[in-house]
């Protein structure tokens, strides 16, 4: 079983939809969470952190259930530019800091 | 620009070559580590360095793989004997320790290495 699994999708939808994508963890010692953005044959880069209380940015909304393990991504008003693989992320705060990246939904945004 | 930087982008070298991939991390970030990618899959974590000292291996960092931060500042990512299974995308990134506040980690735009 994978540390932190993903649907691959992908997610085709139109312009202005609202998408969300889960995710669950198998670690619990995991303490640290982030969906990064990835644009294809691009590096990844945060998207954003996930609190315990949830948060929210511009069209962007990450909630975190630590007692199910599970992230959640909501994206509003989805935009063309919105298109891009999006990874779920933990970090299990061991000696390393090591991230450990789910396989990443695909998003594709439609006219 | 003041990001992570890598050389090369690209390499595509034949079975059984040697290579060497290079990062240079955001300047004043004493954390750096290495990740490899393939096709339809998240990074994987290989190692990391804190200042000069690697901390951590990942099992997937097989005898014929290197990496050092000799001045705790550029790191460099050998390979021996590449087997095409070592085909990937290798990224770098590195962070600075934040206290209890997430600590974010930062990538440079990795190099894409073909074995052929």
């Known amino acids: 079983r994978k540390e932190v699994e993903q649907d691959p999708g992908p997610f085709n939808v139109p312009e202005g939809a609202t998408v969300a994508f889960n995710c669950t963890y198998s670690n619990s010692a995991s303490q640290s969470f982030f969906w990064y953005r990835q644009d294809c044959r691009k590096e990844p880069k945060l998207l954003m952190s996930?609190?315990?209380s949830g948060n929210e940015d511009g069209r962007f909304t990450a909630q975190l259930n630590r007692a199910s393990q599970y992230i959640s991504l909501l994206i509003r008003d989805s935009k063309l530019s919105d298109s891009a693989t999006y990874h779920c992320?933990?970090?299990?705060?061991?000696?390393?800091?090591?991230?450990?990246f789910g396989s990443g939904t695909r998003l594709l945004v439609r006219p | 620009d003041t990001g992570v930087s890598q050389n090369p982008r690209h390499k595509i070298t034949k079975r059984g070559q040697n290579v060497t991939f290079r990062c240079d991390p955001i300047s004043e970030h004493n954390r750096l580590y290495w990740y490899r990618q393939t096709l339809g899959q998240g990074p994987e974590f290989l190692t990391y360095?804190?200042?000069?000292?690697?901390?951590?291996k990942s099992r997937l960092l097989s005898d014929r793989f290197s990496a050092e931060r000799p001045k705790g500042s550029f790191s460099t990512l050998e390979i021996q004997r590449t087997e095409q299974g070592d085909s990937a995308m290798y990224l770098c990134a590195s962070s600075q320790p934040q206290g209890r506040d997430q600590e974010t980690q930062y990538f440079g735009p990795g190099t894409r290495l073909l074995v052929l």
């Open positions: 992320v933990v970090n299990v705060m061991d000696s390393s800091y090591k991230l450990i």
């Open positions: 360095f804190q200042n000069e000292a690697q901390l951590e």
């Open positions: 996930v609190y315990s």
